[in-house]
């Protein structure tokens, strides 16, 4: 049998996954990356995008991050991220209808209004995770 990798992904609001997987690929802030058992220690932001669990060479889960950082040691790979959804579970529908409502609070503020940027990166972040579910 085939040395497994322990992965842990992990938001504010609960662990999503913790087991043994066979490689996960992050979308890494310097660029996408892949993790093995054995594989060396490091630790990387992560930009928003699609965490790829493998068992073998089939694409197991998918799970839509927004930020957040990757630790890689002997114990094997954890994810903390800033924001986690998974793919299989969403649909596109309800993200379509939360991009709509967040686009009409921005719309609603005034130009100098401070929770505008905040709410400018959650629309761009939910657009994303609209392609994320289509692709």
């Not at 497994?4 to 087991?19: Q, T, Y």
């Not at 660029?31 to 790829?52: C, D, I, Q, S, Y």
């Amino acid at each position: 049998m085939a040395n497994k990798l322990h992965f842990s992904l992990v938001s504010p609001a609960r662990e999503l996954f913790s087991g043994e997987v066979d490689h996960v690929i992050a979308p890494g802030s310097e660029g996408e990356f892949g993790v093995l058992a054995n594989h060396a220690p490091f630790m990387t932001t992560l930009k928003n995008g699609v965490v790829r669990v493998l068992e073998g060479n089939d694409v197991k889960m998918r799970i839509f991050v927004r930020g957040g950082f990757a630790d890689v040691t002997p114990e094997g790979l954890t994810i903390l991220a800033e924001e986690a959804r998974m793919l299989d579970k969403l649909k596109v529908e309800d993200v379509q209808k939360e991009l709509e409502e967040t686009h009409l609070k921005i719309q609603s503020l005034d130009k100098e209004d401070s929770t505008r940027l905040t709410l400018q990166e959650h629309y761009d972040y939910l657009e994303s995770l609209k392609a994320a579910m289509v692709n």
